[in-house]
């Protein structure tokens, strides 16, 4: 009978963030996958633990992640843990778990740390409906283009942030979406030097160009207002079309990321950017 992965979050700063349960799972499987050994190693020193370790990490999944399944088809028990916070979550856990998924194997989730949603509750901002966008892209063309995507989301925006990417991200996430828009600057959560900023995006920009930022980031930015939506035109979304594919998209791509970005109907996109040309 295959064993059962667990995804086990961790601290992402505060040990005392530890749940028995997350404790005691970690105690009882028979192996630990970890993003990072070393890491992982401390937090099971914290705890006084000995289990044995194997390292799972981004550029390793095909083959850590057949390591892992065949343990677990073996009937080993695996705890998936990352450096902090939920395994899965922007993660490449997610890769293992829809691997064990096609393979049958079970999979437990474990509740706890997290980072996007501790900054959403303190954020300020509309909780009942949200999209995490993760890390923008480090290509400034491939990470305006994300933003692109994203002129017309009403719901409210989270990213993740370094510190050395902070200030090109809010002037990128100016430019898409106004200096006006408000936003959370959640930094360094759980952690001593913990801190919400709530500003715009323009005083933001301003703010970290005389500070420089430190630590690591949790972006809460506010969803577009329904008047944005409503003033769209077809001459827009045409614009729009233009606009992509003067940056090298196909009229296909540039229709149907047109159409995904304003709400517009493809088809009469497409008709409009055929006529015309």
Not at 82 to 103: F, H, K, Q, Y
Request: aromatic content about 6%; hydrophobic content about 40%.
């Amino acid at each position: 009978m295959a064993g059962i992965l667990y995804l086990v979050p961790t601290p992402i700063g505060n040990l005392g963030d530890i749940s028995a349960r997350m404790a005691d799972t970690l105690a009882e499987v028979d192996f630990i996958a970890a993003e990072d050994t070393r890491v992982t190693l401390k937090l099971l020193n914290h705890l006084g633990l000995k289990k044995p370790l194997i390292s799972y990490y981004r550029h390793n999944t095909e083959a850590g992640g057949q390591a892992v399944l065949d343990r677990l088809l073996a009937g080993e028990s695996c705890a998936l843990v990352t450096d902090a916070g939920t395994p899965a979550i922007s993660d490449p856990g997610e890769d293992l778990v829809a691997l064990c998924a096609r393979n049958g194997v079970d999979v437990v989730s474990i509740p706890g740390p997290c980072a996007l949603v501790t900054a959403l509750a303190a954020s300020g901002l509309p909780t009942g409906r949200f999209t995490f966008e993760g890390f923008l892209a480090m290509n400034k063309k491939n990470r305006r283009a994300h933003l692109e995507e994203l002129v017309g989301e009403r719901r409210t925006m989270i990213f993740y942030e370094a510190p050395h990417k902070l200030t090109a991200t809010l002037d990128d996430l100016t430019a898409a979406f106004g200096p006006d828009r408000r936003i959370s600057l959640c930094r360094e959560l759980t952690k001593l030097h913990e801190e919400v900023r709530r500003t715009t995006l323009g005083e933001a920009v301003r703010w970290y160009a005389e500070n420089p930022p430190r630590g690591e980031f949790v972006l809460v930015v506010e969803g577009a207002p329904e008047s944005v939506e409503e003033a769209i035109t077809l001459e827009d979304g045409l614009a729009l079309v233009d606009r992509l594919r003067a940056e090298g998209r196909s009229l296909r791509d540039a229709v149907k990321l047109a159409a995904k970005e304003t709400g517009l109907p493809k088809n009469q996109l497409y008709d409009l950017a055929v006529g015309k040309g």
